[in-house]
């Protein structure tokens, strides 16, 4: 039963020790969500606002310190907004993490959902889905043996080596969130599906819908992923049950990723532990 836990926001004085509680207790993995700023009064308002205390890291950068203080479990980015940042330099930090950790760096990515985060960081948020097919494209380029040399409708890059290449082969898994048709067609054409369902119903309709994609690209039978993060508001809250857990795992859910202090950021790390008792991981 591989089980993660979803940082959202957890207090930035916690962030350590809550990886190091989750490898301790047996979770498998530890996913950090990104915003780089969230404005009193932001143009798209999403309710209810679980982001509790604004204290945001760079999440590679967080990952790689966590990768310092960890050893086992796996570090993922749940998700990163990659259209914010240059192709190159989110390929140069993603294989920082990748290294440090010894291959246990996931790159779950999207788009976001906030104009003042473009804004502020000087990116089109038209054309993000554009730009983040082109990113992982020219990422995964870079990733492969020998030189990159790369000509899209955003980046250019004259043929140059790319090196020290990933531990992980070919890479990094990349997992895609979003439920519209464009994200579910961008995940079939990659690793795996970091996604939100209200129900196993809805998970059914997805993973079904993704599988079509994959046979339709001619990628069923390349590896992949389901994986689940939970929020509360959903039908299962933001940590289901062992039996919720067991009914997604039999209908072809690899991990689920819980967030089992609902909005009680202050509780974070004793909801961690409670949560692993309940249940009861490791057992």
């Known amino acids: 039963m591989k089980i993660g836990i979803n940082n959202i926001s957890m207090k930035a004085s916690e962030l350590v020790a809550g990886a190091v509680l989750a490898e301790e207790l047996g979770y498998d993995s530890v996913w950090y969500g990104e915003h780089v700023l969230l404005p009193r009064h932001v143009t798209v308002r999403v309710q209810p606002q679980p982001y509790g205390p604004q204290e945001f890291f760079d999440v590679f950068a967080l990952l790689a310190g966590l990768a310092a203080k960890t050893s086992r479990i796996r570090l993922g980015t749940g998700i990163v907004?990659?259209?914010?940042?240059?192709p190159v330099f989110a390929a140069?930090?993603?294989?920082?993490?990748?290294?440090?950790?010894?291959?246990?760096?996931?790159?779950?990515?999207?788009?976001?959902?906030?104009?003042?985060?473009?804004?502020?960081a000087g990116?089109?948020?038209?054309?993000?889905?554009?730009r983040m097919d082109e990113q992982m494209e020219l990422?995964?380029?870079?990733?492969?043996?020998?030189?990159?040399?790369?000509?899209?409708?955003?980046?250019?890059?004259?043929?140059?080596p790319f090196d020290p290449k990933p531990i992980q082969k070919p890479r990094p898994p990349f997992l895609v969130g979003g439920n519209s048709e464009a994200g579910l067609r961008r995940a079939a054409r990659w690793d795996g599906w970091y996604g939100v369902v209200n129900s196993l119903d809805e998970f059914?309709?997805?993973?079904?819908?993704i599988e079509g994609f994959r046979r339709e690209y001619g990628r069923e039978k390349a590896p992949f992923e389901y994986v689940l993060v939970f929020h509360q508001g959903l039908e299962c809250a933001g940590a289901?049950?062992?039996?919720?857990?067991?009914?997604?795992?039999?209908?072809?859910?690899?991990?689920?990723?819980?967030?089992?202090?609902?909005?009680?950021?202050?509780?974070a790390l004793p909801r961690i532990a409670e949560y692993a008792r309940r249940i009861g991981l490791g057992s």
């Open 204 to 209: 059914r309709r997805d993973r079904d819908r």
């Open 139 to 160: 990422i995964n380029k870079f990733f492969q043996p020998g030189d990159t040399e790369h000509e899209g409708r955003f980046y250019k890059v004259a043929k140059t």
């Open 123 to 130: 990116i089109e948020m038209n054309t993000r889905g554009a």
């Open 92 to 120: 140069r930090q993603m294989l920082a993490v990748d290294h440090i950790s010894k291959g246990r760096l996931d790159v779950a990515v999207g788009l976001g959902w906030c104009l003042d985060e473009y804004q502020a």
């Open 240 to 267: 289901p049950t062992r039996e919720e857990i067991e009914r997604y795992l039999a209908e072809g859910v690899h991990r689920i990723v819980a967030t089992p202090w609902a909005y009680d950021h202050d509780n």
């Open 81 to 86: 907004m990659l259209p914010l940042r240059p």
